[in-house]
Structure formats: C-alpha cells, structure tokens
C-alpha cells in the first residue's frame, strides 16, 4: 500500500512538472518513431531565452514500456533502462555502451532541466520502436578520425567496417585505399558470401560495408573513407 502510495506521489509531481507549460521542446527521434537502428540521436531545443547561466544542464531519461503502457507513465513509474545526466547542449547520440536496444520493444524517454543539480522542469515524454531486427556482424573494423599503428587482419574474401559518422548515407561511401608505398587500389564493395539470404547487416546512420579483397595482393593497406560533410574515417588492414 505503501509503494503504491509513493507512486502515486511520484507520478503527481511528474505531471505537476509536464503541466506546467514545459518550455523544452523534444525534436527527434519524433513521437511514436520507428527506427531501424540501434544507435539513435535524439536533439531537443528549450523555447525560452537563455538565462545566462552555466548550471543548466539536462537529464535524459529511457525506459522500455509495458503493453499498453504511455510513454510518460512508463517514465514515471518504471525503472530507468539509462539515465544520462548533465548534458550540457541539446543532442545525445545514443551510447554504444549503453543497453541494447531490442526488436520489437517500445521504449519511452524523456528530458529533465537541471538547475545548480535540481530538477525544475520536464519535458513531455515520447516514444519510439526498434521496428526489424539488426543483424551485427560477429567481426568488424571501427574505423577512427585518427591515424593508428593498429591494424585489422583479414581473414577470407573481405571484411565488415564501420564509421561513426551523424550523417546518413545513401548508397556506399566516398572511399579510397592505398598500398604500402602509397599506390591507389580499386574499391569495391560487396557482399559477405558466407551469409544466408537476407542476413546482411541493415543500411543505418552507423552503416556496416563489406569491402572485397580477394583481388589484393598479400601486404598492409589503407582505407579512408568520406562522410557528406567531409569528415574523413581510417583504419589499415592486412592481408596474408
């Protein structure tokens, strides 16, 4: 009866604080969004003018909902699946640490106002879902905006890479690959043939590519690639 009673409370002091007229306004990932990536960015924008403080900070809240259940009471009530705390802008690309996000789930989030580490304002609380499941591959090259001794061992007719970049990308990327003694390569992209039909990882904003190289010579390359504003991903692999 007890903790029934504080949820309630709890649930009160939420709506109190939405009610209010909440001056931050959610942008993405929009209201009852289906995604098809696990690695979503959510922005958001606060309406008033800036106070001209810097100790407002923001709280972003996630919880994975019950059947039936709205996003704000999910919040509210239940445990939060991630909480990230004192945000200082108005983005957050979704953590690659943080819980997996599962196929087929709802999940709710929401944004708190922090002032001086107190909370003083909610958002409204949305919802999203991961709509088709994401196949990972079980091997892949990270690519980096840095230049590293590390190099990738390919094993077979190529390999899966992938580059953290914000922006969405149409087709394959702007790439390019040199030698050891710094001789351009032809780049083709293609498919993993171990995979079975339909197997092959989603096209997301943090896209997996298959890069052939069965046509390279035994040696160390280099690949770069090019986002759509320019931004430039590396990683040197090796063939044997």
Not at 53 to 78: E, K
């Amino acid at each position: 009866m007890m903790i029934k009673h504080a949820l309630f409370i709890m649930a009160m002091m939420t709506t109190w604080l939405v009610d209010a007229q909440s001056n931050i306004m959610l942008i993405s990932l929009p209201d009852r969004d289906t995604i098809d990536h696990r690695y979503p960015v959510f922005t958001w924008h606060y309406t008033q003018a800036p106070e001209g403080r810097d100790n407002i900070r923001y709280n972003y809240v996630l919880t994975q909902l019950n059947p039936n259940q709205g996003a704000l009471a999910g919040v509210t009530v239940n445990q939060p699946l991630l909480r990230i705390n004192g945000i200082a802008g108005f983005q957050l690309v979704y953590p690659f640490d943080a819980p997996e996000l599962q196929f087929g789930k709802r999940y709710g989030w929401q944004l708190e106002k922090t002032v001086n580490n107190v909370i003083v304002e909610k958002s409204e609380a949305w919802e999203f879902m991961l709509y088709r499941e994401v196949l990972i591959p079980a091997k892949y090259a990270v690519l980096n905006t840095d230049y590293s001794s590390t190099t990738y061992e390919v094993s077979g007719d190529g390999f899966f890479f992938k580059f953290p970049s914000r922006y969405k990308i149409s087709g394959n990327p702007r790439s390019s690959i040199t030698n050891e003694i710094g001789e351009a390569m032809p780049v083709q992209f293609g498919h993993d043939q171990k995979l079975g039909a339909g197997d092959e990882p989603e096209k997301t904003g943090r896209d997996f590519y298959y890069l052939r190289t069965d046509t390279y010579p035994v040696g160390t390359y280099t690949l770069i690639v090019t986002d759509p504003k320019g931004n430039s991903y590396n990683t040197r692999f090796r063939i044997d």
